[in-house]
């Protein structure tokens, strides 16, 4: 099957920036996806990315890089709001559901 | 806005006792998806839908069914609750195909079952 790999937990500073990485496996591979998931409230789609190279959207951009299985996700002034699980899902040909990470959680601490 | 519905937030179930979660989507998704999401363990895929009266085996379908006699509608079945089924359970929907449009999957609010 297919493995998505993310960093269990993080801690960053209110007004930094931080750089959540998930590895993947490519054979198959479609494109990425990005969510976010406050504690006790259901994930939102974040992004998507499917051609190598840095998508910007507001303060959160995510990165691609297909021949390497790697992507991250990118975010700049942090706010207290932006602690939360940030869960990497892959896409793979075959109409086969996304393939989730078990998900990063980030503090944001002042 | 899409909206993917579940009708219980929280649920308190004896041990035995047969367990129905609904999810209605309004958007005519293809597809829809039941998963599970416990402390360290993720999201895991329990059932999935890619069309009305058709069902496949996610990675953990195991004292588990499901039901959709309607597009809009797919429901998720405890045949005999146990303890180890406390969990939150998450419905999701999406239209079918490749790409952003077909990989996007919109979650429900979640349904938090305590089995005791």
């Known amino acids: 099957g297919q493995n998505i790999d993310q960093p269990t937990e993080m801690t960053a500073t209110e007004g930094a920036i931080v750089q959540i990485n998930c590895t993947y496996q490519?054979?198959?591979?479609?494109?990425l996806f990005w969510y976010q998931q406050h504690a006790g409230e259901a994930p939102t789609f974040l992004s998507y990315?499917?051609?190598?190279g840095l998508e910007e959207k507001g303060r959160f951009s995510s990165f691609l890089s297909r021949s390497k299985g790697y992507s991250y996700l990118l975010l700049k002034e942090l706010q207290m709001k932006d602690s939360a699980s940030y869960l990497c899902?892959?896409?793979?040909?075959?109409?086969?559901?996304?393939?989730f990470g078990k998900g990063t959680r980030l503090s944001v601490i002042a | 806005d899409v909206k993917v519905t579940q009708s219980s937030r929280y649920l308190v179930k004896r041990t035995g006792e047969k367990v129905f979660l609904e999810c209605v989507q309004d958007?005519?998704?293809?597809?829809m998806f039941w998963y599970r999401q416990d402390p360290g363990l993720g999201l895991r895929l329990i059932y999935f839908?890619?069309?009305?009266?058709?069902?496949e085996k996610g990675d953990i379908p195991e004292g588990y069914s499901v039901s959709r006699e309607k597009k809009e509608r797919f429901s998720l079945i405890l045949e005999s609750a146990s303890t180890n089924q406390t969990s939150m359970y998450l419905c999701?929907?999406?239209?079918?195909?490749?790409?952003?449009?077909?990989?996007?999957?919109?979650f429900g609010e979640g349904s938090w079952l305590t089995v005791v």
């Open positions: 999701a929907s999406s239209f079918s195909g490749q790409g952003a449009r077909g990989n996007t999957i919109y």
């Open positions: 490519t054979s198959g591979f479609n494109g």
């Open positions: 990315n499917v051609l190598d």
């Open positions: 899902a892959g896409g793979y040909s075959g109409n086969t559901p996304l393939v």
């Open positions: 958007m005519d998704h293809e597809n």
């Open positions: 839908s890619y069309d009305v009266k058709m069902k």
